[in-house]
């Protein structure tokens, strides 16, 4: 597809995110930041915060969850206005106190001795979906990049890339929490892959050959895929590391949104229009 299609596609996109509105927070979270340069309003994802800092899947409904937090932050991360930097405050104050439980050393005991057979070091943690869990992939991965995008210092960003690092898939790439079980190794998934990617990579020195394997893994993965939720999180992780399959994978992004237009989530059309910005969006400081 041409540079004008690819245009063409997004500015369609933008239009009917305008129309709609969010049921969940990842809806919100997403089309604000895929609107952020038309207009958009964060007033109404500031709103959907718990009293403790946090969000939740849907406004009001549901446990705090880490990863919607994280997205959020993102999300609201351009309007540096007074109430979007209390807001995140509250909200990296939550994320600052929120462990997965194989930190606790009781937990780390259980795994080392008795739960031998989810295999990875309980030492590294990061977050987890939500309290009372272990950590997973994608709210760690999320969280670093919150962390980053809002310039804040914390103890918790290199432990947390440590455990991504001990959690990837033998084979290259990440599942959505552990990387085998049961001796049996899990596969990768694109999703989860591209957003750990995304939140290593500016550790690029120490994770390099960890880096080049799962870039490796998305570019083959993604070659006949036709969803367009995991191509976006492709395009921007493989554009962000400058791997030359980049372009590959965005124009298939733009034939599959193109051919699937009227019936994609809310979630999934902004994430495209991300993934089809020049250059595509990598989760960082905003560039207004």
Known sequence: MSV??????????????TAISG?????????????RKDGADPRHLLGAQHRCGAWSAH???????????????????????????????????????LRGLESHWLWQWKFRLFDTQVRFDPAKSGWPWVPGT????????????????????????A??????????CPQGGWNAGNAV????????????????????????????????EALGYLAIRIEKSSSAYSLAWAVMALSANGHGDAGHAKS?????????????????????ALALEDPPYAFQEARL
């Open 134 to 157: 272990v950590s997973w992939v994608g709210p760690t991965a999320l969280s670093i990049l919150a962390f980053r995008a809002w310039h804040r210092d914390s103890p918790r960003t």
């Open 181 to 212: 079980v049961f001796g049996v190794d899990l596969d990768p998934h694109p999703d989860f892959t591209a957003m750990a990617v995304l939140a290593l990579s500016d550790a690029r020195p120490t994770y390099e050959n960890l880096l080049r």
């Open 159 to 168: 432990p947390a890339a440590a455990m991504l690092a001990d959690r990837a």
């Open 59 to 97: 406004p009001g409904i549901g446990p705090p969850s880490a990863f919607h937090t994280a997205l959020a932050l993102l999300a609201i991360q351009p309007f540096q206005t007074v109430s979007a930097k209390q807001t995140a405050d509250r909200a990296f104050e939550w994320l600052s106190e």
């Open 4 to 17: 004008q299609s690819c245009v063409t596609i997004r500015s369609q996109i933008l239009q009917r995110l």
């Open 23 to 35: 049921n969940g927070i990842e809806d919100m979270a997403l089309s604000l930041l895929a609107l």
């Open 252 to 272: 298939q992004l733009e034939r599959c949104t193109a051919a699937r237009f009227e019936r994609l989530p809310q979630r999934v059309l902004a994430l495209a």
